[in-house]
């Protein structure tokens, strides 16, 4: 059904009935001369949105770790007569080591926040996430994506400074600084899809965009225990401080060494920049002020890509937000051990991520498989294998070492969908990718804001079955997502991506 809304991405629009196999551009690119990928441009490009995403996920992730030392502890835990507070059994030498953790420097305030009021706050980041989306992705493709790429992480770093001082003005205060935090980093995803529309060639936007998206879950994995052993030595304010810090000194590096396309870049090789721009020809580049929206609501390869990644991000986030509670609430972990252990999944997430773009474009440049078969092959691993792995998670019980076990895995082999559906916006339409990811994006990110308040309303009592119900409801939504996406999803260009400009594309893939 989803394929009679497209043509082959190999093919000009009118042959329906070409392979799929034969990837973009494909004579063109052979007659090119490939530039070396090591330090090159493109890869010193994706580099830096690699850490630029690390920046961003640490500005994104900093609150989770730092709620357990901010808040007052006596008024968040169960009643200690209550047997659902024994369930799991707090070690002496866990308790001795706790108490020490999180106590906080002389000074530093704590607060009475309960659970629910905790799942607000860190839901309140997403709230302001939705609105950029859209404008964030359609700006970046008509005036390019470094600015906004640059400015949203730079806006969120300065935000971030101000954190104490809205934690101690108030929840409100707190709750309205971070859903401005979120309102500024939202077009930073959409602003990378648009530069990769210029800078990624066919045969290598898998590795770019992987290595250059990796970033997220290395910068969960390195913000999670820095920010435990911030809050231990420093206090927690200076957790916000750091990652701010390191935001505005990113957001400079940024805007020095990076250009919107390749044929603005002062260092590129001459060899490069036409191998760059040959490649990826007629298909990428600036879509100008007219957007094809009506047929892009009617797109059912884009719904399919919008309804599949919010399925993936609500278990996502649910752990990005609450694994840290889960840890301290459940498994009764120290703020150290809580830090470090919660940053696990995030290792595996990083390392598959990179494999797996590297993994698709081999397949592609060797034409064992084409660009729909290897979307879904990667979506279905990296959704329904995870699935089943948060179930065992819920029935890991008092546990720890099997909890972890099981959480690392999924998280590790959830990113193979990194290399599925979650570029699957570059695939479809190429010089829309920005505002596409913005769409997309924008109602990924509703997990975003319901997940926390679930959890908050699902593991109230801090038992192990509210908390199994928290990893079976995320794992029966991501089943979800990988059944719609096996049925609808697709690879290939949409007509009303390529109709603006018909006659051009077809004189170019005559030569």
Avoid at 93 to 111: E, K
Avoid at 325 to 351: E, K
Wanted: charged share 10%; net charge negative.
């Amino acid at each position: 059904m989803a394929q009679n809304y497209g043509c082959s991405i190999n093919s000009p629009a009118e042959d329906q009935e070409s392979e799929e196999n034969s990837p973009l551009l494909q004579k063109q690119a052979e007659q090119l001369s490939v530039p070396p990928k090591c330090c090159s441009v493109r890869c010193n490009l994706a580099i830096m949105m690699f850490f630029g995403f690390a920046v961003v996920y640490g500005l994104r992730v900093n609150l989770s770790v730092a709620m357990v030392a901010m808040v007052n502890g006596t008024s968040t835990q169960p009643d200690s007569n209550d047997s659902k507070a024994k369930e799991c059994p707090v070690s002496s030498d866990t308790l001795n080591s706790s108490s020490q953790i999180l106590d906080q420097p002389d000074g530093v305030p704590r607060y009475p926040w309960d659970s629910e009021m905790q799942g607000m706050l860190l839901g309140a980041f997403f709230f302001g996430y939705l609105f950029t989306q859209v404008p964030g992705g359609y700006l970046s493709g008509r005036f390019g994506g470094s600015i906004f790429l640059g400015g949203g992480v730079l806006c969120t770093a300065v935000l971030t400074l101000l954190t104490p001082l809205a934690a101690q003005l108030g929840a409100r205060w707190l709750f309205a600084l971070r859903a401005l935090e979120g309102f500024g980093e939202g077009v930073t995803f959409p602003a990378m899809m648009a530069m990769w529309a210029c800078w990624a060639p066919p045969f290598e936007r898998a590795r770019l965009m992987t290595l250059s998206g990796a970033g997220c879950n290395f910068g969960a994995f390195v913000a999670f225990p820095l920010t435990g052993f911030i809050c231990h030595s420093l206090g927690w304010p200076a957790v916000f401080y750091c990652c701010g810090g390191a935001g505005c000194l990113w957001a400079v590096l940024w805007f020095v060494l990076v250009s919107d396309e390749p044929r603005t870049h002062p260092r590129i090789s001459d060899q490069e920049k036409e191998y760059i721009i040959n490649s990826i020809g007629s298909e990428g580049g600036s879509h100008g002020w007219s957007v094809p929206l009506l047929p892009m609501l009617l797109s059912v390869p884009l719904w399919t890509i919008i309804i599949t990644q919010m399925c993936s991000n609500w278990s996502y986030y649910t752990l990005l937000t609450s694994l840290p509670t889960y840890m301290d609430t459940v498994l009764h972990f120290d703020l150290r051990q809580n830090s470090f252990l919660s940053a696990l999944p995030y290792l595996g997430g990083w390392l598959s991520s990179v494999l797996s773009g590297v993994i698709a474009d081999s397949l592609l440049e060797r034409k064992l498989l084409g660009v729909t078969a290897v979307r879904k092959i990667f979506t279905v691993i990296g959704m329904l294998l995870p699935a089943g792995l948060l179930v065992a998670v819920g029935f890991s019980g008092c546990s720890g070492i099997l909890a972890v076990t099981f959480l690392t895995l999924s998280a590790t082999i959830g990113g193979a969908s990194s290399a599925g559906v979650f570029m699957n916006q570059i695939d479809i339409a190429p010089r829309y990718a920005g505002i596409l990811l913005g769409i997309t994006n924008t109602f990924g990110t509703i997990p975003g804001v319901l997940a926390p308040i679930a959890v908050g309303y699902l593991a109230k009592d801090h038992s192990l079955l509210g908390w199994r119900k928290v990893f079976c409801v995320s794992a029966g939504v991501s089943a979800l997502g990988a059944f719609l996406y096996t049925l609808f999803g697709t690879g290939k260009i949409q007509r009303w991506a390529v109709a603006d400009d018909r006659t051009e594309t077809g004189t170019e893939r005559e030569h």
